[in-house]
């Protein structure tokens, strides 16, 4: 079973300031994504990477960075965080390719921005 | 855009009744996946089904592609059934967009 985890689970941030969400995936998936879920909008896609030096940007990118490191790692970079960023953010791997294939999410991390 | 729209978005059910939730699409997709999320949780992937019938344990996922329309069917359901399903498309892309969901209730 492929294995997600992310950092912190829960986080409170004062506004204007930096907050780095982290994840690590040890199945060795090329492709890693960051959502954020908020009621009335469900999962939007913020950023994701194809693989260690990449990032692309996705749908609502605005505010936010990303960085791959790694293989195994893909981080969420608020430099100045404000209360709209107040959210719950999953980080996901996995490949989209061929059939039967999935992605695997993270238990989500719940920001607040106050 | 591609637009995911999932109906109903909520369902309360007794336990042994069946399911019938429905998700249209805007554009045509390679990749379709249904996810179910517990409460206040994350995110498992049920079944990959982009065209055709599958079947899974007490899910049916049936995909007519030409018409855009996916649905996933839940025979005999249960308490811990509960929870919100999640449809998604790729688009011929290699990342998902995730329609609102059906919050599905069932009650003892």
């Known amino acids: 079973e492929a294995a997600v985890t992310q950092s912190p689970r829960n986080k409170v941030a004062v506004t204007g300031g930096k907050v780095t969400l982290s994840c690590n995936q040890t199945?060795?998936?090329?492709?890693m994504y960051w959502y954020r879920q908020d009621t009335g909008h469900g999962l939007r896609l913020i950023h994701y990477?194809?693989?260690?030096?990449?990032?692309e940007k996705g749908d609502i990118p605005d505010g936010y960075k990303a960085s791959r490191p790694s293989q195994e790692n893909f981080s969420l970079i608020l430099e100045l965080a404000t209360p709209s960023q107040t959210s719950v953010y999953f980080c996901?791997?996995?490949?989209?390719?061929?059939?039967?294939?999935?992605?695997?999410f993270g238990e989500g991390s719940r920001l607040i921005v106050v | 855009g591609q637009q995911v729209q999932q109906s109903p978005s909520s369902l309360v059910l007794q336990e042994g009744e069946n399911a019938e939730l429905q998700c249209n699409f805007s554009?045509?997709?390679?990749?379709l996946q249904w996810f179910y999320q517990s409460p206040g949780g994350s995110l498992v992937s049920l079944l990959s089904?982009?065209?055709g019938t599958k079947h899974t344990g007490r899910l049916t996922s049936t995909t007519v592609t030409k018409e855009r329309r996916s649905s996933l069917h839940i025979s005999s359901s249960q308490t811990t059934d509960s929870g919100t399903y999640l449809c998604?498309?790729?688009?011929?892309?290699?990342?998902?967009?995730f329609g609102l969901g059906t919050t599905l209730q069932v009650q003892p």
């Open positions: 998604a498309i790729d688009g011929n892309t290699r990342k998902l967009i």
């Open positions: 089904n982009p065209s």
């Open positions: 996901a791997s996995g490949d989209l390719t061929g059939s039967g294939n999935t992605l695997y």
């Open positions: 990477s194809y693989g260690a030096g990449s990032t």
């Open positions: 199945n060795n998936h090329n492709n």
């Open positions: 554009s045509t997709a390679t990749q």
